[in-house]
């Protein structure tokens, strides 16, 4: 693709020292420009693509648009870039919409890793956000327990997310979701970093609702 003066001249912006707030910034002032965002999406610079799903504009995000999205991350992207760049989506695009949040919904069984890792972070999400849980716990928990096992580690990541959020918010299956990271052993003894939570679901949920006083 061709670019177009306006693409070039924000192009130019962008810089390995660029932060995900100057991107903010960048956005703020373009707002929503559809097409630029798929100028950007094409150069394909991590940073770009990132500054492109700012800009995006969610009605014109359809099933097709995200298994192009995910192909090219799939093929031009480290594992951690993927990842993040699915994990900007949803954020920023994917969860700001009842049609889009219904594609999210729909993932949870997708041929996609990427779009089953989103499945799984959205139902964490609505968990850490301090709303009511939904009543699909129990089905989900089935669900982990059996699957997680053998699942992609970046769709692991976000199912074990999701059991410590379940074993932090709700005390009737907190035992059940120590118990997944104690068999599964996922993360156990991975440094963190200094004021981050670990991942190993038992320190993970005891922290957390300990910071809750749940």
Not at 24 to 36: G, Q
């Amino acid at each position: 693709m061709k670019l177009s003066s306006k693409t070039a001249h924000i192009l130019s912006q962008i810089t390995t020292t660029t932060k995900l707030g100057d991107l903010r910034k960048i956005a703020k002032e373009i707002k929503k420009d559809h097409e630029l965002a798929l100028e950007l999406w094409s150069t394909p610079d991590f940073l770009a693509r990132l500054l492109a799903i700012l800009i995006m504009d969610n009605k014109r995000i359809s099933q097709d648009t995200v298994n192009q999205l995910d192909q090219d991350m799939l093929m031009m992207h480290p594992p951690e870039e993927r990842n993040q760049l699915m994990d900007w989506l949803m954020a920023n695009q994917l969860t700001k919409d009842k049609k889009t949040i219904a594609l999210i919904e729909s993932w949870q069984n997708s041929v996609s890793p990427l779009q089953r890792r989103i499945f799984w972070y959205y139902q964490a999400r609505l968990r850490w956000t301090g709303q009511i849980p939904p009543p699909n716990s129990l089905e989900l928990l089935n669900e982990i327990e059996a699957k997680i096992a053998r699942e992609e580690p970046e769709v692991q990541w976000a199912m074990n997310f999701l059991a410590g959020w379940i074993g932090v918010y709700e005390k009737q299956y907190r035992d059940r979701c120590i118990a997944i990271g104690e068999k599964t052993g996922l993360y156990k003894g991975d440094m963190v970093s200094k004021g981050c939570t670990p991942n190993y679901l038992p320190e993970f949920i005891a922290i957390e609702s300990n910071k809750r006083n749940l």
